[in-house]
T-cell receptor, first 111, second 114 residues
C-alpha cells in the first residue's frame, strides 16, 4: 500500500521560473515530512523538512507547504536553476522515524 | 566526517549465490537504516537498528535476508540464495540522537542477479 504518492512523474521548467512539486499521503499518523533530492548514481540527499505542527518552512530557494486537512504537501523552488535537475522524493514518517517515500518526480530545468 | 559509505557500489551475482553488503554510518549516529529501491520507485524500508539492536524488520525482508550491526558501528546486509527479484539498489542511511528525523543516505549498492 502506497502511503505517499507523487502523481507527477516528471516536471519540465524554464530556468528562473518556479518549480512546484506535489505530494499526497494517506496515513494521518505521519507527523514529519521531508524532501530528498537524488542525482544519478548517488544516494538521496536531504533537502528540506516540515513538522506537522507547521504549515510552511522556508530555506533559501526552497519552501515546503503542508496542508494537513488535505493530506497534501508541496515543494516550491524559486528560482529554478540548472543544478536543480534531479529526481525529488517526498517522504513521511511517524515517531518511529522509518521513512515512507513517494515514487519521485524527475525535474528538468531548461536553459 | 566523510558521510555514509557503502561497499561494494556494484555487485553482479548469479542466482542462488549469497551476497553481503556493508554500510559505514556517520560516526556517532545511533540509528542505521536499510532501504531497497527498484526502478521507478522510491526507497522502501527494510530494517533498522538503534545502536546494535535490530528494532524492526519489514515484511519485505524475507528469511533469506539478514542484517547485523555488531558493536553499534558498521552494518552488514546478507542475502542468501539470491533471486532475480532481489536485483535493486540497496541504500543505507543513518541518523543522530539529536536529529532522528533527518536521515543521511549512502550512495547505495547496485545488485544485479543474473
Amino acid at each position: 500500500d502506497q502511503q505517499v504518492k507523487q502523481n507527477s512523474p516528471s516536471l519540465s521548467v524554464q530556468e528562473g521560473r518556479i518549480s512546484i512539486l506535489n505530494c499526497d499521503y494517506t496515513n494521518s499518523m505521519f507527523d514529519y515530512f521531508l524532501w530528498y533530492k537524488k542525482y544519478p548514481a548517488e544516494g538521496p540527499t536531504f533537502l528540506i523538512s516540515i513538522s506537522s505542527i507547521k504549515d510552511k518552512n522556508e530555506d533559501g530557494r526552497f519552501t515546503v507547504f503542508l496542508n494537513k486537512s488535505a493530506k497534501h504537501l508541496s515543494l516550491h523552488i524559486v528560482p529554478s536553476q540548472p543544478g536543480d535537475s534531479a529526481v525529488y522524493f517526498c517522504a513521511a514518517t511517524t515517531n518511529d522515524y522509518k521513512l515512507s517515500f513517494g515514487a519521485g518526480t524527475t525535474v528538468t530545468v531548461r536553459a | 566526517d566523510t558521510g555514509v559509505s557503502q561497499d561494494p557500489r556494484h555487485k553482479i551475482t548469479k542466482r542462488g549465490q549469497n551476497v553481503t553488503f556493508r554500510c559505514d554510518p556517520i560516526s556517532e549516529h545511533n540509528r542505521l537504516y536499510w532501504y531497497r529501491q527498484t526502478l521507478g520507485q522510491g526507497p522502501e524500508f527494510l530494517t533498522y537498528f538503534q545502536n546494535e539492536a535490530q528494532l524492526e524488520k519489514s515484511r519485505l525482508l524475507s528469511d533469506r535476508f539478514s542484517a547485523e550491526r555488531p558493536k553499534g558501528s558498521f552494518s552488514t546486509l546478507e542475502i542468501q540464495r539470491t533471486e532475480q527479484g532481489d536485483s535493486a539498489m540497496y541504500l543505507c542511511a543513518s541518523s543522530s540522537r539529536t536529529d532522528p528525523y533527518e536521515q543521511y543516505f549512502g550512495p547505495g549498492t547496485r545488485l544485479t542477479v543474473t
